[in-house]
């Protein structure tokens, strides 16, 4: 098999993936959410709300299941649907009084649990890391955009 330079690096970014999404869930989890409804409170917090389509953009849950999570939250009355007045078919999801307290409490909680993992980095590893990390997410889009234009 012919060498690929890039492999070592994508293995490298598979395992800090997979090892962040690990200390993460454990927190999470310690907390009485699934990962998917923290993202979700997560991506909500600080907002008025956004519409569905949008929520499934800003987090990482794929549209299949954001309508189940986003069901379960509501019956945790931690969100609330409300239709939107321009668009009959378009829903706007918004934290509720509850939610928003629960926001409050976990969210600076789950930064300060990623920060013990963080703390071994320089501020300039992290500004690097982040370069890095936006430039492979632009090469990956601008394939993604030529591989959709290609016959």
Same mark, same amino acid.
Do not use: C, W
């Given at each position: 098999?012919p060498?690929?330079?890039?492999?070592?690096?994508l293995?490298?970014?598979a395992?800090?993936?997979?090892a962040?999404?690990?200390?993460?869930?454990?927190?999470?989890?310690?907390?009485?959410?699934?990962?998917s409804?923290?993202?979700i409170i997560?991506?909500?917090?600080?907002?008025?709300g956004?519409p569905?389509?949008?929520?499934g953009?800003?987090s990482?849950?794929?549209?299949g299941t954001?309508?189940?999570?986003?069901?379960?939250?509501?019956?945790k009355?931690?969100?609330?649907?409300?239709?939107?007045?321009?668009d009959?078919?378009?829903?706007?999801?918004?934290?509720?009084g509850?939610?928003?307290?629960?926001?409050?409490r976990?969210?600076?909680?789950? *930064?300060?649990? &990623?920060?013990? /993992? $963080?703390?071994?980095l320089?501020?300039?590893?992290?500004? #690097?890391?982040e370069?890095? *990390?936006?430039? &492979?997410?632009? /090469? $990956?889009?601008?394939?993604?955009?030529q591989m959709?234009? #290609?016959?």
């Amino acid at each position: 098999m012919p060498q690929v330079p890039f492999l070592p690096a994508l293995r490298e970014l598979a395992g800090a993936y997979q090892a962040f999404e690990a200390y993460s869930a454990a927190h999470i989890r310690a907390i009485g959410l699934t990962p998917s409804q923290f993202d979700i409170i997560a991506t909500l917090g600080n907002t008025p709300g956004m519409p569905l389509k949008e929520l499934g953009e800003k987090s990482l849950i794929t549209k299949g299941t954001l309508t189940g999570v986003v069901d379960r939250l509501t019956g945790k009355k931690l969100v609330r649907r409300i239709a939107s007045p321009s668009d009959g078919r378009s829903q706007t999801v918004q934290l509720t009084g509850k939610g928003e307290e629960l926001f409050a409490r976990i969210f600076p909680d789950h *930064l300060e649990h &990623l920060q013990r /993992a $963080f703390v071994e980095l320089t501020p300039e590893e992290l500004a #690097a890391m982040e370069n890095t *990390l936006r430039r &492979l997410r632009a /090469a $990956f889009a601008t394939a993604h955009a030529q591989m959709k234009e #290609a016959p």
